[in-house]
């Protein structure tokens, strides 16, 4: 197994000479407009895997993929003569899906703004179920609470009686 910072120079100089050799043009006219995003190159330095996206349609999309694949063995080439190393590794082209996943990232943030917004919205004219004050305050003693507090004495007193010995 190569070092691995050696496995990322050459995945980056890959991508120099790909995206070089893509700028000049290649003969096919189904290749679009292509972007080489990122390299990776396995740790025996035997199979790269170049990533790119079209900016396009579908369907340019999908004829930017068949060029690619018809001109990997032109590709290869152009990097066995530009690299230094021994063996010159296998390329494949993996569609990068970046603009999509972005997309959709975008539209779920649109949709929790949204969803934001109307929560919002919905908590500007809410009211409360019950009290606006749930908890319990100390209330001010009126002629129902004076009798209960009468009671609680009586009370108080039967007990204190039954303490000390008193009347059974």
Do not use: C, W
């Not at 790119?52 to 066995?80: C, I, P, Q």
């Not at 179920?129 to 609470?145: F, H, I, N, S, T």
Request: net charge negative; proline share 4%; aromatic share 4%.
């Amino acid at each position: 197994m190569a070092d691995p910072q050696r496995a990322r120079k050459m995945a980056d100089r890959i991508k120099e000479i790909v995206a070089r050799r893509l700028d000049k043009g290649l003969r096919d006219p189904r290749l679009g407009f292509v972007t080489i995003t990122d390299v990776r190159v396995t740790g025996d330095l035997q199979h790269a895997s170049v990533f790119y996206t079209v900016y396009g349609t579908d369907e340019e999309r999908r004829d930017s993929a068949l060029a690619l694949k018809a001109a990997t063995g032109m590709l290869r080439t152009e990097v066995g003569r530009n690299l230094t190393s021994r063996l010159t590794p296998s390329l494949e082209f993996i569609a990068d899906a970046i603009p999509e996943n972005a997309e959709h990232i975008e539209s779920l943030l649109r949709e929790a703004r949204t969803r934001d917004a109307e929560s919002a919205d919905l908590a500007k004219s809410a009211q409360y179920a019950g009290d606006a004050d749930p908890y319990v305050k100390p209330r001010d003693l009126d002629e129902d609470d004076a009798d209960d507090d009468a009671l609680d004495d009586e009370a108080s007193d039967l007990s204190d009686d039954a303490e000390a010995g008193g009347p059974r």
